[in-house]
């Protein structure tokens, strides 16, 4: 037997991409470490991170004010891969966007995968790269994880939970509550772009690749709303369920109305081809590196400019306003001068031909 | 968009509801027969706009809502078989039949997808030899010919792999069915434009000499719609019963001709039940014999499943325009989307089911007019 | 039933046989099955349903029936100006 080698460790073979995922990767004995250390931690090398603790131990906020933001979101798109993005991108974006909605710094992320046995390992390779990419990209670190093995056909292929740590500004208490009729609802850009990127190429609709996630991160957008200083109520990303969605829990939360200008509505012209050649409404299609922001109708105008001078927030649009109401309704003024009330769906809508 | 935008115009729109307000002066139904129509309808808030003594009622034209349980049955009984790819367009994914739906089935590990045109089954059938393919076939005489252009193509290739599970019906047969029933209330019809832009005009003159009641062939926009409803109101109240086409851009009075002779080629006319409504003779297309190897239905022997529909729905008055979903106790009650009671709740097209997601409150109708 | 689209007729070609065109639909491109319409020029604008193009937009048509709507709302403004008044029947043909 070989004797230890510093770069392999007591395995003399180093990990070879044609490999696949077995049960053993999940089993914390030697394949384990073997993933750990060859594929997964060199991605993500930081100093609390490179501790190889079970947990991570970080400073508290210093500035009296400063309050933690934490949350988490699970992954488990079909396909893993898509134009624009993939699930990587998503795990890092999707979990920094939460925290952004409250206006915090996104800093400290956790990763845990549950990877189906026979995945190859390099998708799981690519995956991770675009996972440490993107948390470079924003200035966040991965700094504790999880990784099992479930058997053949018991997860697809690949899914991922990523919770996330950030730093709420002293003062700042963003929420649906702030919301008051006459409010301005703004949007940050087009609509639909990623539900329909998604599906486009998980269901193989044969659409010309015009069709792009939009998968961002919106921190720094945020920073620059905030900068503005314009009364923010409340932010929200629309993701799963759409803008419907989003406005929905706002409106039910804050007990408004809203009444939302359909011809407002921003959308790349493709994807409203997209849309109404599929039959699909894009008011329920999700989301992913967009947000709602809730202010104060004087200021609807600085807020605009502030996010359109944003490259993320370049196509912004004012779209409707809070009004008198309760019951939680999301009221759409329609192209022709009509009225409809936005109701959301048992679930994800599908094509249809009727 | 091209030939959309203009069609949702809200200038024409607001001179069109000026029109219908000064002619409308009596009160009148009229029944739109597809659930397109139906849909458009009630996503632009149209019939709130119209005078209150004009009511529109939506038809039966959701195929995938009149498809009856039991083929939805032998659907999910042939999409369980482990050698079977299921086919189907994404609206008939979620209906349910007596175990579920084809979406629940593919929860139970069966190899259901949802494809965008009938030639994507065609191709999995070629790049999947092993395997057998089974396409739903849903619809009007709008997708039939796209059926049967697939069937002709499997046919020729001598695919062995390939099938078809046939539900299409025929609209007129419908109309006139309703026209017939004793509760009638339809005053004139808006016809359905793209059935018409395949089969032409010409079955509406039919229903014409029968019944003498208005039939404007109507596009999907909310200003062919409105375009659709002034000219059937005109008709009314001027006493004319004709058939007049507002969708002369898509249809013209033979309709398509290449289509009608792929028609005449694969299908013949047969009778069907329209779930809720019943049976209606010659109402729907089966597989001309030369083609019936290619029928699923004999393919695979199943043992289908016969259900009978809750006592209190009823889906078949509200099909046929003579009750709106709202005059049914059970809207909204034990019957809603997520319990749908019978086949005008089950899919998001069928009347119930739009009315539900649409709904407007009482109030806010007052405010837009 | 029936959600069919206009969309431009860019390209023909031929597969397997089948007359096919590439349409596009606002900058979203889609093949699309033309054995239906034979007479389908590019250029041309076709409704498509299904995957199949169904029709050709008579644009002669759709220009008739924007033109009369249009003369109904001009009609309608003059008639609120007070400008002209119009007797039961009157028919914009």
């Known amino acids: 037997m070989p004797a230890d080698h510093p770069a392999f460790g007591s395995c003399p073979a180093p990990l070879v991409d044609d490999e696949r995922i077995q049960l053993g990767h999940g089993s914390g004995g030697r394949l384990t470490q073997r993933l750990l250390e060859q594929l997964i931690l060199p991605a993500f090398a930081n100093p609390v991170l490179d501790r190889r603790e079970d947990q991570a131990v970080l400073e508290l906020p210093a500035v009296p004010g400063e309050r933690l933001a934490f949350t988490t979101d699970s992954f488990v798109v079909s396909p893993l891969f898509f134009p624009g993005g993939d699930i990587g991108k998503l795990a890092v974006h999707g979990t920094i966007n939460d925290l952004a909605m409250a206006g915090a710094r996104p800093r400290w992320l956790s990763l845990a995968f549950i990877l189906e046995e026979g995945l190859p390992l390099a998708i799981l390779r690519r995956v991770v790269a675009s996972i440490a990419e993107a948390a470079q990209a924003c200035g966040v670190h991965i700094v504790t994880g999880d990784t099992k093995v479930v058997g053949n056909g018991q997860a697809d292929q690949l899914f991922i939970n990523t919770s996330g740590v950030g730093v709420v500004p002293p003062g700042l208490s963003l929420g649906a509550a702030a919301v008051r009729p006459g409010d301005a609802v703004l949007i940050s850009g087009t609509l639909a772009d990623h539900g329909l990127a998604v599906l486009a190429a998980r269901e193989q609709l044969g659409i010309d690749s015009e069709l792009h996630s939009d998968t961002a991160p919106l921190h720094e957008l945020v920073h620059a709303l905030l900068g503005s200083g314009v009364q923010l109520r409340c932010l929200r990303d629309p993701t799963r369920g759409g803008l419907a969605a989003a406005l929905s829990e706002i409106a039910a939360r804050a007990q408004v109305d809203f009444e939302i200008d359909e011809t407002a509505l921003p959308m790349h012209a493709p994807v409203r081809g997209a849309c109404e050649l599929l039959g699909l409404d894009p008011l329920l299609v999700a989301n992913e590196g967009k947000l709602v922001a809730i202010v104060a109708p004087d200021d609807a105008e600085r807020a605009l400019g502030a996010l359109r001078a944003h490259p993320l927030g370049r196509n912004s649009a004012l779209i409707g306003h809070a009004s008198h109401g309760g019951t939680g309704e999301i009221i759409i003024r329609t192209a022709i001068g009509g009225q409809r009330i936005l109701e959301l769906p048992l679930s994800d809508p599908l094509p249809r031909i009727c | 968009m091209r030939y959309i935008d203009e069609f949702r115009d809200r200038s024409r729109a607001r001179a069109l509801l000026q029109e219908i307000q000064r002619i409308a002066v009596r009160p009148w139904v009229i029944m739109e027969v597809c659930g397109g129509q139906t849909h458009s309808i009630l996503r632009y808030g149209l019939d709130a706009l119209l005078p209150a003594h004009l009511e529109l009622v939506h038809g039966p034209g959701c195929p995938v809502c009149v498809t009856p349980l039991e083929l939805i049955d032998r659907a999910l009984a042939i999409a369980a078989r482990p050698e079977v790819i299921f086919t189907s367009f994404g609206d008939m994914l979620r209906v349910p039949g007596s175990q579920g739906s084809l979406l629940d089935a593919r929860g139970r590990g069966a190899d259901v997808r949802m494809v965008y045109s009938p030639l994507d089954a065609v191709r999995l059938a070629r790049e999947n030899p092993a395997r057998q393919v089974v396409f739903f ?84 926009e909310p200003i062919d719609l409105l375009e659709g409803i002034w000219m059937a109101v005109r008709q009314l109240e001027e006493g004319r019963a004709e058939v007049e086409n507002q969708y002369s ?86 019957c809603s989307p997520e319990h749908p009671l019978g086949a005008t709740m089950v899919s998001s097209e069928g009347a119930c089911a739009a009315y539900y997601s649409y709904r407007r409150s009482a109030a806010r109708a007052g405010d837009a007019r | 039933m029936c959600l069919a689209i206009p969309g431009l007729l860019k390209e023909r070609f031929e597969t397997a046989g089948l007359p096919m065109g590439r349409v596009d639909f606002a900058g979203l491109c889609k093949e699309v099955c033309l054995a239906y319409v034979p007479e389908a020029r590019i250029g041309d604008y076709v409704v498509v349903h299904v995957g199949f193009a169904i029709s050709c937009i008579d644009a002669a048509e759709a220009e008739r029936t924007l033109q009369l709507l249009d003369a109904l709302g001009e009609l309608a403004s003059a008639e609120e100006r007070g400008e002209t008044a119009r007797k039961d029947g009157d028919a914009i043909h």
């Not at chain 2, 390939?162 to 006139?176: G, K, R």
């Not at chain 2, 019809?189 to 032409?200: N, Q, T």
């Not at chain 2, 290449?258 to 209606?280: H, K, S, T």
């Open chain 2, 137 to 220: 076939a849903v619809g009007f005489e709008t997708t039939a010919p796209a059926i049967a252009m697939a069937v002709k193509l499997a046919h020729a290739e001598r695919l062995p792999n390939y099938s078809v599970l046939v539900s299409h019906v025929l609209v007129p047969p419908a109309m006139a069915a309703i026209l017939e029933s004793p509760g009638n209330r339809v005053n004139a019809y808006l016809g359905p434009g793209h059935v018409a832009a395949i089969m032409g005009c010409g079955e509406y003159e039919d229903l014409l000499r029968r019944f003498a009641v208005p039939v404007v062939i109507t596009g999907f």
């Open chain 2, 249 to 334: 851009r898509t249809v013209g009075k033979d309709g398509n001709l290449p289509a009608r002779r792929a028609l005449q080629e694969v299908f013949e006319v047969c009778d069907r039940n329209w779930r809720g409504v019943g049976p209606i003779p010659q109402s729907g297309f089966q597989l001309r014999p030369e083609f019936r190897a290619l029928d699923a239905g004999s393919r695979f022997d199943v043992q289908s499943i016969v259900t009978s529909e809750p006592p209190q729905c009823i889906s078949g008055l509200v099909l046929q325009g003579q009750k709106r979903p709202t005059d049914c106790p059970a809207f909204g009650r034990e």
